[in-house]
């Protein structure tokens, strides 16, 4: 028997025949590395209907009983899995090196350990390094069992017997299997290593939690193939200079894909943050030129958020776009419709935007509040303190409506706001709590805030 050698794309998971330096699926460079492929020989035979068994099939009115969920003890975390955690589940969390996976994990662990049995297995540090963690947490006396092992074959022979609730493999790529015939890290590894931590997660009914590295560009290292295996997948995001750390849902089959739980990182760990609006706003300083506050949603969370923006005459030849917390693509498409349709130039300018509190915004709905904050940093007027700002900006100057308004303006009127601007068209509860001001497009937007403007 010969096995035929495949050839996979780290970044996308397609295979081919051939090794080649670029992917022809994805066009990542120096992503393809060679594994052992299917057995082509006498002993290969195709799968036909005899050798299976009859699938038990049913109807799409079948009602089945709700999912059984353990609370973790973390109200951010429970809220990001969608109530909590589901037996026979495999949970993958992501993030940069430091942002403090482990430290969540080692909380969750102490806190889901005092209802069931936890263990958390570490590929990358010593039980000493854990213990000292526990210790700094004020965690030293939780009810979790820690070892120190790389070797998946250990690992599933350990969990087979203790049978716990929850499982914590940090983290993944430190993992080998000794069936594959490939190095810790690799393509074939990580593939091989979630397949069977997930199969026996589902066959045992253990909740296991998955730690992966990230690369370079923020997604998880390795095959796209394992965040299709496991049944939720989390990004720990946050920078380095902020205390904030944004634990973000990008999948999730037992509860909403794009949840967030938000986090505040202190001396003893991770602290939850129940109102993240009034911790984004609490360091807002008086009403000044280039600040504009935009109500957001975060999953099923309202956030506002202050976005920043400056605005200085360029000493280079080039004009510089700078942009943290938001998509530097869509910044350049809002200074194009105010120069086009507004006739608000900034060509000559430096601009620098930034959503503070290390939050990053991905919803159209922040189009109106960033071109408000850009003009205002032009002009240097200051928009009102007490005003929200939501809606998405067309093309043609447009505003278009934000969905979830009422609640939008529900977190603005409780956080004590007396204003919002937003697009005509939005549906308005019948009593928002709060003064709204409707602006049918861009230019009278501008004319609003600003009034006449030296364009």
Same mark, same amino acid.
């Given at each position: ?38 057995? /082509? ?5 195709? =799968? ?22 353990? =609370? ?32 969540? =994990? ?273 002009? /240097? ?75």
């Amino acid at each position: 028997m010969t096995r035929r050698p495949t050839f996979v794309c780290a970044a996308c998971g397609a295979a081919s025949a051939k090794w080649s330096g670029r992917c022809d699926a994805c066009g990542a460079w120096n992503t393809i590395s060679e594994e052992a492929g299917l057995t /082509d020989g006498p002993g290969a035979k195709s =799968l036909g209907p005899s050798r299976g068994r009859k699938l038990a099939l049913g109807d799409l009115a079948t009602t089945e009983p709700p999912l059984p969920r353990a =609370l973790s003890g973390i109200g951010e975390l429970d809220r990001v899995l969608g109530g909590g955690l589901v037996p026979a589940s495999a949970t993958l969390v992501g993030g940069d090196p430091g942002i403090g996976k482990s430290t969540l =994990l080692l909380q969750a662990a102490a806190a889901f350990g005092r209802q069931a049995p936890a263990i958390y297995v570490s590929g990358e540090e010593a039980t000493g390094q854990i213990r000292m963690r526990a210790a700094r947490l004020g965690l030293a006396d939780a009810p979790v069992r820690v070892a120190a092992e790389t070797n998946l074959r250990d690992i599933l022979t350990t969990l087979e017997a203790e049978r716990p609730g929850l499982a914590i493999i940090d983290s993944i790529q430190t993992m080998w299997a000794d069936h594959v015939d490939s190095a810790p890290g690799s393509v074939a590894q990580v593939r091989a290593v979630v397949h069977e931590l997930v199969t026996f997660a589902k066959r045992r009914g253990i909740a296991v939690v998955l730690v992966g590295h990230v690369t370079k560009e923020g997604q998880i290292a390795g095959p796209r193939v394992v965040e299709h295996m496991v049944d939720t997948v989390l990004y720990f995001e946050g920078e380095r200079g902020h205390h904030f750390r944004i634990l973000r849902a990008v999948k999730n089959r037992f509860g909403p894909a794009d949840e967030i739980g938000v986090f505040e990182m202190t001396g003893a760990g991770l602290a939850e943050v129940s109102n993240p609006s009034a911790l984004f706003l609490s360091e807002r300083e008086s009403a000044a030129p280039g600040s504009a506050v935009f109500a957001g949603i975060e999953g099923t969370r309202p956030v506002l958020v202050e976005i920043q923006a400056l605005v200085a005459p360029s000493p280079l030849g080039t004009a510089r776009r700078a942009v943290v917390g938001w998509d530097g693509g869509r910044l350049s498409m809002v200074l194009a419709v105010l120069e086009s349709r507004c006739g608000i130039g900034f060509g000559p300018s430096d601009v620098y935007l930034n959503v503070a509190g290390g939050l990053r915004v991905s919803e159209p709905a922040a189009d109106l509040a960033v071109a408000a904050a850009l003009v205002s940093a032009r002009q /240097d007027i200051a928009l009102p303190r007490d005003a929200v700002i939501f809606g998405e900006v067309s093309l043609s100057g447009a505003l278009r409506p934000a969905p979830q308004a009422e609640a939008r303006l529900r977190e603005a009127a409780k956080l004590g706001f007396a204003s919002a601007l937003v697009p005509a068209r939005t549906a308005l509860p019948a009593s928002p709590g709060i003064a709204i001001d409707p602006v049918a497009d861009l230019n009278a937007f501008m004319d609003k805030c600003f009034g006449p403007i030296d364009r």
